[in-house]
């Protein structure tokens, strides 16, 4: 049995994989919870993770997630879990919020009435979601973690709800919970629903004569990107520390979805991308965050955190990653 045995929810999704390969590099015993017996996505997990030990259970289902807890006996756990598009929590709210706010209750319950509560280190993973757009703490500055809060999504609304649930099983409990408060993270493992993601591989496709345009919301939402990749890393460092706190990651730098499309684009000799890109009103959502912008000067301070990819070289990854896959039969 490994030392260091790391639990993670949300294993199928980005920061999941990323997560999973790095405390696998680590020497870390890899246990993933993946939902439901006949999950479509458990045959392409174990094709590209062979190490990892999967566990059937359920965020709502906090029987199963106890279970889970006494099987992998964890030095870690990493709350990845959630319904996390933005978007479709506007379309599902309940559910966003029985999976993404008290699935996290679930979870830390589960902990407790395992007994781990002092034998595992627990991430939560909070969202710049939560902020809404609005700062009346730090006017023109990013948000740290003293900036107030203002939700503008089912789904912002439901992570604010996780958020505050693991401070307080930490301070009621005396439980080691980190919450890492990421700003918008992407990379060549984002689902295709994503913005970003959408993008690069409709860029892909329509390089190689496979697709006329793409269809997007607003273009004009500024938002802090940063690669999963770097994030997940900052994920371990704040379980690493000596004392459980809230971090903010973020690159201190915003780029709106127009400077996406212009450098993807570029990516594949494409000068001028509007003729390829419509708009659909089905895309807006009933409440749009203007502008995110974060500040990371807490944990590059007192983790030593530090983003690597910058913006160009994260749109550069991802397009010439959706080129390869596109053209691989």
């Known amino acids: 049995m490994s030392e260091n045995r790391a639990l993670i929810t949300g294993i199928t999704g980005q920061d999941g994989g990323h997560l999973a390969e790095l405390v696998h590099s680590k020497g870390y015993e890899v246990f993933g919870l993946l939902r ?19 566990i059937e259970a359920d965020l709502t289902d906090q029987t199963s997630l106890i279970e889970a807890v006494l099987t992998s006996q964890p030095t870690e756990i990493y709350n990845l879990g959630a319904v996390s598009h933005v978007g479709y929590s506007f379309r599902n709210p309940q559910l966003t919020a029985d999976i993404t706010g008290k699935g996290v209750l679930n979870l830390l319950e589960a902990v407790r009435v395992a007994g781990y509560q002092e034998k595992a280190r627990f991430y939560q993973a909070s969202t710049s979601e939560m902020f809404g757009g609005l700062d009346y703490n730090r006017p023109g500055a990013g948000y740290n973690e003293e900036s107030l809060f203002h939700p503008r999504s089912p789904y912002g609304v439901a992570k604010l709800y996780a958020h505050w649930i693991a401070r307080n099983y930490r301070e009621s409990y005396g439980m080691f919970i980190s919450t890492g408060i990421l700003f918008n993270h992407e990379g060549e493992r984002r689902g295709l629903e994503f913005v970003t993601r959408k993008i690069t591989n409709a860029v892909a496709r329509i390089h190689l004569g496979m697709q006329e345009y793409v269809v997007l919301g607003d273009l004009w939402p500024k938002r802090d990107w940063g690669y999963a990749g770097d994030y997940v890393r900052g994920m371990w460092q704040m379980l690493q520390h000596d004392e459980p706190d809230d971090f903010v990651l973020a690159t201190g730098e915003t780029h709106s979805i127009e400077e996406f499309l212009e450098l993807a684009f570029a990516e594949v000799g494409i000068a001028d991308w509007r003729p390829y890109v419509h708009q659909d009103k089905q895309f807006m959502r009933p409440a749009e965050v203007d502008i995110l912008l974060g500040d990371p000067s807490k944990a590059e301070r007192v983790l030593g955190w530090k983003r690597e990819v910058d913006f160009r070289s994260l749109v550069s990854r991802m397009v010439q990653h959706d080129l390869a896959s596109v053209r691989r039969p």
């Not at 439901?36 to 999967?54: K, M, T, V, W």
Request: charged residues 35%.
């Open 36 to 54: 439901g017996q006949r999950n479509a996505r458990r045959e392409a997990l174990e094709d590209e993770f062979p190490f990892i030990n999967i």
